[in-house]
Every structure is written in C-alpha cells, then in structure tokens.
T-cell receptor, first 114, second 112 residues
Framework: GAGVSQTPSNKVTEKGKYVELRCDPI?????LYWYRQSLGQGPEFLIY????????DSGLPNDRFFAVRPEGSVSTLKIQRTERGDSAVYLC????????????FGPGTRLTVL | GEDVEQSLFLSVREGDSSVINCTYT??????LYWYKQEPGAGLQLLTY?????DMKQDQRLTVLLNKKDKHLSLRIADTQTGDSAIYFC????????????FGSGTQLTVLP
C-alpha cells in the first residue's frame, strides 16, 4: 500500500518568507509526527498529533513554527518569517493506534532558506 | 535528559558481519529502534526491541539490548553492498510521550 508522502520534495525560499510543508500519512493512521533533520544529524522531534489535536508540541523551536491537521489525516507544517537556520529536511511519520510503537517515515521535504 | 550516542563511521568487507553500537541514557525507554537511511531517502524502520527483551533476530539482523549498561547493538550478517547507508538508533520513553529520540547515525560503508 501507499506509504507516507510529503510535498514538495524540495523547497527553496528567501529569508523572511512563509512556507507550508504537507504530509499525507498512511491511510487510517491516527498518529502523525513531524521531525526536523539537519545535515549530519539524526531527526529531532517537533510535534505529534493524535487525530486532529496536537498532543505534544514541545519540540517546536519557537512561535514561527505551527502545524495543523484539521481533518485528522493530512497535516501542514507552517513556518513564518523563515530564517537560514530553518534549512533542513523536514520529515513526517505516522503510526496506527494498534501499532503505535512503529513509526513509518516519509521521504521528507528539503527546505533551503537563502 | 535523553541522549543517544553512536559512533560515526563503520567500514566492513562484503560478506563479513557488521556490528553497529548505540548507547542511551534514558532508563525509562520502552522501545529501542534501528532505522536505515539511504542517500536522499527517508528513514526505513528495520527492527525494534521492547525493553524487557535482551535479543531479537529478524533474518540477517540481530538486535542485542543490555539494559544495565544502556547499550544497544545491531548485527548485520553477511553484509552486502546494498547495506551501505546511515543507521540510526532511536529510543522511545515511557509514558504518554510518543516521540522518538535519535542518535546522530552511523555511516556504514561496505567494501567489495
């Protein structure tokens, strides 16, 4: 079946601009996670949704970052007033309620802020 | 706080066994994971182990967990060139937290 998909695969923007990154989880998965992976590092947790609500947003670095999941499926990560330090690969993962110990990752969106 | 550490590089000859090591600090970890990342790709879940187990085998992969020393290892038998990738160790803490804490990854290079 289809895995987690993310769009766009690459995004180049200028400092100060607003960007939206989209994640389509595996169909039926209730939990959705966003992580950020900087070059040479492992992924770092940003936010976790259970259904439509953000169950844990403790990893969001500041209030320029926001994520929504209005219908409990697709999620959008929004970054305002982008900074060069936001450049990274943004990864999305999902898990089912029955197997919530397994997180399946998408291919990521590479964000470059010039 | 939580911290997961791995050595950065490992090289092995094709056909040999590879052993990738990881240490973690959170004694409340419930699950420990190994993910594989190939260039330009996302993370592929290879295997995971529950914290009350000390070994798990899955085809060419063997995971060993030493809870006393907070040490996790991944052994790949008969390593192939297609196994060349970055391998990440990750832990999930006990309780309501669902997020994973990852190490920085070990770059495995398989030499012909």
């Amino acid at each position: 079946g289809a895995g987690v998909s993310q769009t766009p695969s690459n995004k180049v923007t200028e400092k100060g601009k607003y960007v939206e990154l989209r994640c389509d989880p595996i169909s039926g998965h209730t939990a959705l996670y966003w992580y950020r992976q900087s070059l040479g590092q492992g992924p770092e947790f940003l936010i976790y949704f259970q259904g439509t609500g953000a169950a844990d947003d403790s990893g969001l670095p500041n209030d320029r970052f926001f994520a929504v999941r209005p219908e409990g499926s697709v999620s959008t990560l929004k970054i305002q007033r982008t900074e060069r330090g936001d450049s990274a690969v943004y990864l999305c993962a999902s898990s089912s309620s029955a197997g919530d110990n397994e997180q399946f990752f998408g291919p990521g969106t590479r964000l470059t802020v010039l | 706080g939580e911290d997961v550490e791995q050595s950065l590089f490992l090289s092995v000859r094709e056909g040999d066994s590879s052993v990738i090591n990881c240490t973690y600090t959170d004694s409340s970890s419930t699950y420990l994971y190994w993910y594989k990342q190939e260039p330009g790709a996302g993370l592929q879940l290879l295997t995971y182990i529950f914290s009350n187990m000390d070994m798990k085998q899955d085809q060419r992969l063997t995971v060993l967990l030493n809870k006393k020393d907070k040490h996790l290892s991944l052994r790949i038998a008969d390593t192939q060139t297609g196994d060349s990738a970055i391998y990440f160790c990750a832990e999930r803490a006990r309780g309501s937290a669902r997020q994973l804490t990852f190490g920085s990854g070990t770059q495995l290079t398989v030499l012909p």
